[in-house]
């Protein structure tokens, strides 16, 4: 696992632990409510800390796509952007709305829970940015030594 972390760019590794983080939060908030006996309110939270997971990953895939595209592009005056592409970006936030609005009609969760369980991408990406100003990725790397007998 360390040697596959290692392989990873930074702006990857940086990705990966947003993703967690997003993760964490969710589960730190909704631990406090439930600490707090309001269960509806945690099990909002961490749905919708899963939620905001999704969306990070789909919103990280549908860029990853994009920068394929415009790549694959790079000589032509006038790019296209596929139509998938507009496509998945609103299908990402319409099934997340859908989501919201049955589990707050079916399991009468509390829909503001589930929104701010949602914003758990924004403590996420401080912390990890915060971390990468702390101890940035690029300097935790380990370099190689030169062979400079040519053997």
Known sequence: MAAASRSLTPAAQTERRIAWLILLTGALAGATAAALHD?????GLMIGAILAWF???WLRQGMDALAVASQAQAGISQPRVPVGAYFRVLFRYA???FTVYVIFKIL???L???VVGLCALGPAAVAA???EIARPAAAKREVEP???TGS
């Open 129 to 131: 940015s915060v971390y």
């Open 146 to 148: 030169v062979d400079k």
């Open 39 to 43: 269960m509806l309110w945690a099990t």
């Open 55 to 57: 969306n990070f990953r």
């Open 112 to 114: 503001a829970s589930m």
């Open 108 to 110: 009468k969760v509390p």
């Open 95 to 97: 099934l997340i709305a």
